[in-house]
Nanobody, 128 residues
């Protein structure tokens, strides 16, 4: 079982920023695409972003384009999700997903508990 560690969540005011981090222990991420999903209680889980193993390409949900940025530092075995201009609609539990492939699949392909390895999730709350 891959141990995925997410950090950086918390409470932020609308318009603020947060940076989520995702890393693993005992497993190198450099050959894996890394995706971020989020879920609000009572709503479907949605794909937010995905970055390829090399970091050369990233995709974003329309709802976060221009505000969120996925990056990674393979030397530190860590992927990041920079979230700017946050709104209350961004409040959710965010999950880091380590894919088995180097390239990002469509979100619907990865949006299954048995597709890739999922972190425990971290709460992001945007509120004044």
């Amino acid at each position: 079982q891959l141990h995925i560690m997410e950090s950086g969540g918390g409470l932020v005011q609308p318009g603020g920023s947060l940076r989520l981090s995702c890393t693993t222990s005992g497993f190198t991420l450099q050959y894996s695409a890394i995706a971020w999903f989020r879920q609000v209680p009572g709503k479907e889980r949605e794909g937010v972003s995905c970055i390829s193993a090399s970091g050369s390409s990233a995709v974003y949900a329309d709802s976060v384009k221009g505000r969120f940025t996925s990056t990674r530092d393979n030397a530190k075995n860590t992927a990041y999700l920079q979230m700017d201009s946050l709104t209350t609609d961004d409040t959710a539990v965010y999950y880091c997903v380590v894919d088995r492939d180097r390239r990002c699949p469509p979100f619907h392909v990865l949006n299954r508990d048995d597709a890739g390895s999922w972190g425990q999730g971290i709460q992001v709350t945007v509120s004044s």
